[in-house]
């Protein structure tokens, strides 16, 4: 089997008509700055106007501008929220070119996989779930946006006009031999999760994935009196990506614990002689002492101590302060990429 393949699946339901669109892309390697497996899937706004219009008119503007959009040195995160800019202004233009699909809008979230793990955006409440081999736990990974206390009512979603919330890390999720990414639209919701898990865990047994297809198909099979379109696009990991020579990988957790670098341990210990903030260690996904000690470690790793100390809470406020999964892969080369862009800025500003 091709490591690098999606399975993608789509169902109307008993709606009338489809407004899901997918797009994927195929590849070949797992270079960051290569080619790269990639999809989206866009769920048009049920109720509203065109909503297939508007899902196809996403879907076909992020792949473009993610596939061809890129500059060189740009990260992974970068490319994917331009992607986003550049399938919400696809919209605004259909509606400026004919004034019948105002109002029409959809859901977008799409994911790239390269050697340091899953990369993901966005919009609205299709979810990104990843099914792990190794404990059969399956976990939705993006932020839903949908209004407190009405579930069917969305707080974000692409409608050419500024977007309200936009889910975009700046890390990479790890990714493990036999992991599957399952992105979808919100029809998969039929399913729990013991059923997701399941069928991802036949998946898993067997020589070539049909995950997508199998998800669908039973969907399909519930018979729900009111089923929403579904679509699915999933990829298995046939083998371990690991993590690049130039990575930092960072586990929380009581079977692993701990910061590498290229798969050596961080010498964090080292940053307390500049500055001692944690001694108990470092930490991420709040403004705190342990974060601050894990900027400076890391900063401290990869330029120079004048530097590291001048810039390290800003990095900690902007990266590492944002990293709220257990588990995080980020390329040093988006490390040295924010050191130079935020020096233009202070040298501009």
Same mark, same amino acid.
């Given at each position: ?15 009338? *008509? ?21 999809? &989206? ?8 106007? *065109? ?12 792949? #473009? ?6 500059? &060189? ?6 490319? !994917?929220?331009?992607? &986003?800019?550049? %399938? ?10 004919? *004034? ?47 209004? +407190? ?41 039929? !399913? ?22 199998? !998800? &669908? ?19 298995? $990991? ?6 690049? +020579? ?50 400076? %470690? ?24 944002? $990293? ?6 980020? +390329? ?10 935020? #020096? ?6």
């Amino acid at each position: 089997m091709d490591r690098l393949t999606w399975t993608c699946a789509t169902a109307t339901g008993t709606r009338d *008509h489809n407004e899901d669109a997918f797009r994927w892309r195929h590849a070949p390697s797992l270079a960051l700055d290569g080619d790269h497996p990639v999809t &989206v899937i866009c769920d048009g706004l049920g109720g509203h106007a *065109h909503g297939e219009v508007a899902s196809n008119t996403a879907a076909e503007a992020f792949m #473009h501008t993610y596939l061809t959009g890129g500059t &060189v040195g740009q990260t992974v995160p970068e490319r !994917l929220l331009a992607a &986003v800019d550049s %399938a919400n202004d696809a919209i605004r233009e259909k509606c400026e070119q004919d *004034h019948t699909l105002y109002d029409m809008g959809t859901t977008l979230t799409a994911a790239a996989v390269t050697a340091e793990g899953l990369w993901r955006i966005s919009v609205g409440d299709s979810p990104l779930r990843v099914w792990s081999k190794r404990n059969g736990e399956l976990r939705t990974l993006n932020r839903l946006h949908n209004v +407190p206390g009405n579930p069917h009512r969305l707080s974000s979603a692409l409608q050419g006009t500024e977007i309200p919330e936009i889910d975009a890390p700046v890390h990479a999720v790890p990714l493990r031999e036999g992991d599957a990414v399952i992105v979808a639209s919100d029809g998969l919701d039929t !399913l729990n999760t013991e059923s997701i898990s399941g069928i991802a865990a036949i998946d898993a047994g067997r020589k070539s994935s049909n995950l997508a297809w199998s !998800l &669908v198909e039973a969907v399909i099979a519930a018979g729900k009196k009111r089923q929403d379109n579904t679509t699915a696009a999933c990829l298995r $990991i046939p083998e371990d990506t690991g993590a690049g +020579p130039g990575t930092i990988r960072a586990v929380r957790g009581a079977e692993e614990s701990g910061v590498t670098i290229g798969g050596k341990p961080l010498d964090w210990r080292a940053s307390l002689a500049v500055r001692n903030h944690s001694p108990t260690g470092p930490e991420w996904g709040y403004n705190g002492s342990g974060p601050a000690q894990l900027a400076l %470690a890391i900063l401290l790793a990869v330029t120079d101590l004048e530097t590291a100390e001048r810039r390290y809470q800003q990095f900690k406020s902007e990266v590492i302060a944002a $990293i709220t999964d257990a588990e995080w892969s980020l +390329p040093l080369r988006d490390v040295e990429h924010w050191l130079l862009s935020t #020096h233009a800025t202070e040298v501009t500003g």
